[in-house]
């Protein structure tokens, strides 16, 4: 079974808008971290959020906010305000237990910021 | 500080050549690894290391080989390449603090073409 899911592989959004990627994960650890990365077409890799199983609080780095629902086993990223910069994959990943040594990367969502 | 550096940037290989993808990192950090990044697929793990002398298996790590001498160095062998292995090749670096908040840090990248 995959560990991560992403189902939407291109989303569209008009600038200044918000925008939801979904996220789902499958482990049967009680411990795991949640990862979002933006990879712009320039090819690196950039991290952008965390949330561990155990945050109470949904995670928030300025524009991006992770909407965690932990009984759905979703980790959703928000991002507020859609810039055109913000046009990138967006991967999602889990690394299982507190010093699990792998990630699983979902497959992507392709975004794009409509001017 | 320069991060995590990888040479080369691009490679073409012939189907049975050998070739190692350098991966090197100046910030201490206790975790390397390997991934390749295919169309649709996401990030794959090829292999990891929590230390010098200590490597494991990814997900996909059948036709590379891995070893780790050092802290800094986390080189990547393809014995006879393939064109199955053509692909783009990241390496990834993350201190290990131990509560799962550690993220890892990429490099930019290597695209490999076998012919």
């Known amino acids: 079974a995959q560990k991560i899911t992403q189902t939407q592989p291109g989303m569209f959004v008009q600038e200044k808008e918000a925008v939801t990627l979904d996220c789902t994960y499958d482990?049967?650890?009680?411990?795991?971290?949640l990862f979002w990365y933006k990879q712009p077409s320039s090819g690196e890799m950039i991290f952008l959020i965390y949330q561990g199983s155990y945050d109470e609080q949904n995670a928030t780095e300025g524009r991006y906010s992770l909407n965690f629902q932990k009984a759905r086993k979703s980790a959703n990223l928000v991002i507020s305000a859609s810039q055109l910069g913000d046009s990138a994959m967006y991967f999602c990943?889990?690394?299982?237990?507190?010093?699990?040594?792998?990630?699983?990367f979902g497959t992507g969502t392709s975004l794009t910021v409509i001017p | 500080n320069a991060g995590v550096t990888q040479t080369p940037k691009f490679q073409v290989l012939k189907t049975g050549q050998s070739m190692t993808l350098q991966c090197a990192q100046d910030?201490?950090?206790?975790?390397m690894s390997w991934y390749r990044q295919d169309p649709g697929m996401g990030l794959r793990l090829i292999h990891y290391?929590?230390?010098?002398?200590?490597?494991d298996q990814g997900e996909v790590p059948n036709g590379y080989n891995v070893s780790r001498s050092t802290t800094e160095d986390f080189p990547l062998r393809l014995l006879s390449a393939a064109p199955s292995q053509t692909s783009v090749y990241f390496c990834?670096?993350?201190?290990?603090?131990?509560?799962?908040?550690?993220?890892?840090?990429f490099g930019p990248g290597t695209r490999l073409t076998v012919l």
């Open positions: 482990t049967s650890d009680q411990s795991y971290g």
């Open positions: 990943a889990m690394r299982e237990g507190s010093t699990g040594n792998q990630f699983y």
């Open positions: 910030m201490n950090h206790e975790y």
């Open positions: 990834a670096s993350m201190g290990l603090a131990g509560d799962g908040t550690d993220t890892q840090y």
């Open positions: 290391s929590v230390g010098a002398g200590i490597t």
